[in-house]
């Protein structure tokens, strides 16, 4: 684990490998080294990297933390690399071993860490030698290409790109609703489908971390990866088959016809910028009061935007993507919403069907229908209801009489690139169309420096509710 120091490893990390060797998925003698420039104190460090794991009886956390070393070593040194080879020998006991590298270092030293690990730490053979790679990914097409020119040491199927709201349970199921339910893909289309509403909201501010936000922007660090993964699994026709080969080409296919968003002028603007103030009470400060923020950051911390399909499934069906930091609850959902029918009318039904999938909190999938209340009267009276699939109570989740498990999204990732299965990773195929798609309005964000609408933290920008109800995707409460 590259950057075995950090907040990432000490939150997700640690706690996951942990999961997976309880769980029977890795090995319970996996060995586990970390990497960072300074010695460290091993007890400490893993007192402190450690503390988020959640003990189980099947494993007890003193047999899993014994296996945890550290190599200490400047991430462009070549010495330190063959050092950490030589140690990762021992533990190999002179027969091939797999290696598994987690890159959780700034994009600055990215390149140094992938040249030296090809150099001197690759895996004898048969032995495999994969990298998970965290995001950012760039910042836009000409630095992706220049983060995926460093690569080019190894061949893509050993490159694991980490986004991981790919690993999220509801994300994964997205595919299974679709495809193994024949009630939902037939009516998936322009035909049935008004609009498709993904939006995710943070009740956060950025926490003392607003120098590191305030370069990348709210369209970078959540629409442009995590809304628009959870977008490629709704809008692309079927992969001739599972794999991660016959996803990616879908993907692929899909971001090719979507048109890059601009930010234009008047009713015919297909983004709606903001950024967070103090709230009303003054109990949050204003994104500007961050002392980490530069003063006069005209940064967006919320901004909704619109993505149109130009092919036969989805043309003129508009795709709203929104996020926003400062707001008043912390959810990620995606809602579609069904064209409402004639025969609705003469039920003298009003409401329409949405079909909403609840990432995160507490996994859900529920479908908003109508239903006769029941009486005896004459009177037919209809009313909105919920037909819900709550994850925990529908699997029976951390039952003792059930295997099914809602495991994080780390645990899952670092257990499909130990198998090497690529199907819930970003290529770098879909990587250069994310960035065709969305390079032309960051550029034009940070060259033109628009006001964005200020709004009080925990409350939506004035405008955005008018906003998207002239784009076709008029939001709802439920």
């Known amino acids: ?19 997976l060797c309880m769980l029977g998925h890795f090995p319970r003698n996996l060995n586990i080294v970390g990497y960072g420039r300074s010695p460290v104190d091993i007890h400490a460090f893993v007192l402190k990297q450690c503390a988020n794991i959640k ?10 933390v014994k296996n945890i070393s550290f190599h200490a070593g400047g991430y462009s040194a070549p010495e330190s690399y063959v050092a950490l080879d030589q140690t990762i020998k021992e533990y190999e006991h002179g027969s ?6 987690f890159l959780s270092v700034p994009p600055t030293i990215f390149g140094d860490v992938v040249e030296q690990i090809s150099s001197s730490c690759r895996a004898l053979e048969p032995g495999f030698t994969r ?17 995926n020119t460093k690569t080019q040491q190894f061949d893509e199927s050993q490159l694991f790109r980490l986004d991981h709201y790919l690993g999220k349970e509801v994300i994964l199921n997205i595919a299974t609703l679709r495809w193994a339910n024949q009630v939902f893909e037939p009516g998936w289309s322009k035909e049935y ?8 909201k943070e009740d956060l501010g950025t926490g003392g971390r607003g120098g590191y936000f305030d370069g990348f922007g709210i369209i970078r660090d959540i629409i442009q990866n995590h809304l628009l993964q959870a977008f490629m699994w709704l809008a692309m026709e079927p992969p001739a088959s599972m794999n991660a080969a016959e996803v990616t080409r879908e993907k692929v296919r899909l971001l090719r016809r979507v048109k890059a968003p601009l930010l234009g002028g008047g009713r015919k ?5 903001g950024q967070f103030a103090a709230s009303a009470d003054g109990d949050q400060k204003a994104y500007l009061d961050d002392e980490t923020v530069p003063r006069g950051s005209r940064c967006p911390t919320f901004a909704a935007l619109v993505l149109e399909v130009d092919n036969d499934r989805w043309r003129g069906v508009p795709f709203l993507f929104t996020a926003g930091k400062g707001m008043d609850e912390r959810v990620c959902e995606v809602r579609v919403r069904y064209k409402p029918q004639p025969t609705g009318s003469m039920m003298g ?27 005896i009267t004459a009177e037919q009276v209809r009313k909105p209801v919920v037909m819900d699939m709550n994850f925990r109570e529908q699997f029976e989740v951390d039952s003792p009489s059930t295997d099914a498990y809602v495991g994080d999204a780390y645990e899952r990732m670092l257990l499909n690139a130990a198998r090497g299965d690529q199907t819930l990773f970003v290529s770098a ?11 032309p309005l960051l550029h034009q964000i940070d060259a033109e420096r628009p006001q964005p609408v200020l709004h009080p933290f925990g409350v939506l920008p004035a405008g955005y509710i008018e906003w998207t109800a002239q784009r076709g995707c008029t939001i709802r409460d439920g």
């Open 193 to 200: 489908i008004e609009c498709v509403q993904l939006t995710f």
């Open 429 to 439: 195929a879909e990587l250069v169309e994310a960035w065709r798609i969305f390079t």
């Open 55 to 64: 003990e189980d009886q099947r494993l007890a956390k003193e047999e899993f």
């Open 131 to 147: 990298l998970m790679i965290e995001k950012p990914f760039g910042k836009d097409s000409a630095t992706f290409d220049e983060l």
């Open 96 to 101: 091939p071993g797999n290696r598994l590298f």
């Open 349 to 375: 039904v009003t409401a329409q069907n949405e079909l909403v999938m609840r990432v995160q909190p507490d996994e859900s999938v529920y479908l908003l229908t109508t239903a006769k209340e029941p009486g």
């Open 269 to 273: 603007r297909s983004v709606f910028l």
């Open 1 to 19: 684990i590259f950057g075995a120091t950090g907040d990432l490893a000490r939150k997700k990390l640690f706690p996951a490998l942990y999961q």
